[in-house]
C-alpha cells in the first residue's frame, strides 16, 4: 500500500506532530480560525437540515525550516473527490494559464514529442493550452468529476492522486516529461517527500518542474488570511521550498512572484548537476534577493506570525462593523464569487443570509445551492441586476477586476462593491 492509502485509511483528521518538511516536533500554532465545514462543501436545500461536519482549521509556523503549515490535516478524500473548483470559468484563469504554456515552451524549447504532465490538472484549463502548442499532455487529478469533465473534452487526464506508484505507471506507459507542471497543488499535498521523488521519476536532465502557489509574503502583507484552509496544507516562502528541494537534491533555478490569486510565486525546479549552459534558464539572482527579502520581512520570526493573527482580528472586526452599519440603514448587500475564500470569511466572521441575502456565481455546479456553514444561498450572476442591491461584497478578491468590468452595468445603476483585500474599503 503507498504512503497515501496507508496514511489515510478512514481517518478524516489528523493532528500534525512534526513538520512535513523538516519533521521539527516544535511546531508554532499562531492562529485558530477553525474548526469550520471544509470550504467547498456546498450543500443541496435538502441537505441543510442534516449535520455538517467543522474541521479544524489552525496555521503553525516552523522555526527549523520557515514553512507554515495546518496543524491539523482533513482527508483529500473528505476534500477532493467530488471538487467544485473549475479554473475555466474565469478568463483571468485562462490567460493565466495560457501565458504559463508559452513560458514554459519558451525555457523548455517544447516540440511536438514533448510530453507535458500536469498535476492537480483539475478540468484540463491548463493543457487545452498546451495542446494548442502541439505537444502530448497528461494529466493527473483525484477528482472523479473534473478528470471526467477533462477526459470527456479529450484532454486524457488519470483519475487519480499523483504519487510515486502513479508516476512509475505514467513513466513505463508514456516516457519522461519534458515539462511536468503543478498549479495551486502542491500546498493542497501532505506529503510533499513523496511529491518530489514522485516528479523526479518523470524528470530527465533536460526536464523542467514549474510549480505555481500562493506565496505566503502576499497572505500575511495583504492580511489574505480566507486563503488559509483546509484545502491548503502549506504556506510557502523561498526558504521553505530550497530547504525541501535540497532534500531531493533539486534546484530552484528561477522563481518570479505573480499577482494571481492575490500573491503567487512561480518556481522553476530542474535535477541538480545540470550540464551548464544548456539551457536559456534566468540564473539564481532571483532566488537570492527573494531570500534576502523574507528575511528582512521577518518571515524566520514566530512573531511575525502571532501578529499577523493579531491583525486578522482586526479585519474579522472591521468587516463586520461595516457591514452591520449598512444593514442597520437597511441597504440590501450580496455575495459575488462563492469561492472557498469566501466561506471561510463568511463562517470566520459569522457573516449569514441575515446579513448577505444571497451570494451570486458563474459556475453551474453552486448555483441552486447553498454555501457550507452559514447556508447562504447561491444564484447565477445574472440575479444582479435584476435584484440591484445596494452593495456587493466581493468575495473572490483575486478576481475583483474581471467581475468589476463585467458588472459595470450594475456599477453605472449606483451598485457598489465592497473589497476586503488588500484593505476593507468600498468601490
Ligand atoms: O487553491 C485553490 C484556489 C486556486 O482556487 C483551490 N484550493 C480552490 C480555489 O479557491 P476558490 O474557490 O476561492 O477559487 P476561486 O477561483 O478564486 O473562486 C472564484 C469563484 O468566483 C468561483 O466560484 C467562480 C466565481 N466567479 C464568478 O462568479 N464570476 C469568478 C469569476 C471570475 C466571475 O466572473
Known amino acids: ?33 477553525g474548526p469550520l465545514p471544509i470550504p467547498n462543501g456546498f450543500l443541496k436545500k435538502s441537505e441543510l437540515a442534516f449535520h455538517e461536519k467543522s474541521y479544524p482549521l489552525d496555521a503553525a509556523f516552523c522555526q527549523k525550516c520557515g514553512l507554515v503549515q495546518l496543524a491539523h490535516i482533513t482527508s483529500p478524500k473528505v476534500m477532493f473527490k467530488n471538487y467544485a473548483y473549475v479554473p475555466s470559468t474565469s478568463t483571468t484563469m485562462v490567460s493565466h494559464f ?87 497543488v502542491v500546498a493542497h499535498i501532505h506529503d510533499l517527500h513523496d511529491l518530489f521523488e514522485a516528479i523526479k521519476i518523470l ?17 500575511l502583507e495583504k492580511v489574505e488570511f480566507d486563503t488559509i484552509y483546509q484545502e491548503h496544507l502549506s504556506y510557502f516562502s523561498v526558504n521553505s521550498l530550497l530547504k525541501l528541494l535540497s532534500m531531493h537534491h533539486l534546484n530552484l533555478v528561477n522563481v518570479q512572484r505573480l499577482p494571481i490569486h492575490g500573491g503567487s510565486l512561480r518556481c522553476v525546479v530542474k535535477v541538480k548537476s545540470l550540464a551548464k549552459g544548456k539551457n536559456p534558464l534566468v540564473g539564481r539572482p532571483k532566488v537570492e ?8 520581512r521577518g518571515l524566520l520570526l514566530a512573531d511575525t506570525y502571532f501578529n499577523f ?34 466561506n471561510i470569511i463568511t463562517n470566520y466572521c459569522k457573516i449569514g443570509p441575515e446579513i448577505i441575502d444571497y451570494i451570486v456565481d458563474s459556475i453551474p455546479f453552486k448555483q441552486g445551492k447553498y454555501t457550507p456553514g452559514m447556508h447562504i444561498p447561491i444564484f447565477k450572476e445574472s440575479k444582479l441586476l435584476e435584484n440591484k442591491p445596494d452593495y456587493v461584497l466581493i468575495m473572490a478578491w483575486n478576481f475583483a477586476d474581471e467581475i468589476i468590468e463585467k458588472q459595470k452595468e450594475y456599477r453605472r445603476s449606483g451598485g457598489k462593491f465592497i473589497l476586503t483585500v488588500p484593505k476593507l474599503r468600498i468601490v
Not at 489528523?14 to 516544535?26: A, L
Not at 452591520?324 to 464569487?337: D, E, F, M, Q, T
Request: aromatic residues 8%; charged residues 25%.
Open 1 to 33: 500500500m503507498d504512503s497515501f492509502a496507508s496514511h489515510w485509511g478512514k481517518k478524516e483528521v489528523t493532528k500534525v506532530e512534526k513538520c512535513r518538511i523538516c519533521k521539527n516536533p516544535n511546531l508554532e500554532t499562531f492562529i485558530h480560525l
Open 203 to 219: 524528470l530527465s536532465k533536460d526536464s523542467i518542474f514549474i510549480a505555481e502557489f500562493p506565496y505566503l509574503v502576499d497572505l
Open 289 to 296: 534577493k527573494l531570500l534576502d527579502f523574507e528575511i528582512k
Open 98 to 184: 495560457n501565458e504559463l504554456s508559452n513560458y514554459a515552451q519558451k525555457i523548455a524549447g517544447l516540440s511536438s514529442k514533448d510530453l507535458v504532465v500536469d498535476i492537480g490538472s483539475n478540468d484540463g484549463t491548463l493543457l487545452k493550452s498546451f495542446n494548442k502548442i502541439g505537444v502530448k499532455t497528461l494529466g493527473v487529478d483525484p477528482a472523479t468529476n473534473l478528470a471526467r469533465i477533462a477526459n470527456r473534452q479529450g484532454i486524457k487526464t488519470i483519475n487519480n492522486y499523483f504519487t510515486q506508484k502513479v508516476a512509475r505507471q505514467i513513466a513505463a506507459k508514456y516516457g519522461l516529461a519534458k515539462v511536468i507542471t503543478a498549479t495551486n
Open 309 to 342: 493573527a493579531k491583525k486578522v482580528e482586526n479585519v474579522r472586526h472591521d468587516l463586520v462593523s461595516l457591514l452591520l452599519a449598512l444593514r442597520s440603514k437597511n441597504k440590501r448587500i450580496v455575495g459575488y464569487g462563492a469561492s472557498a475564500k469566501g
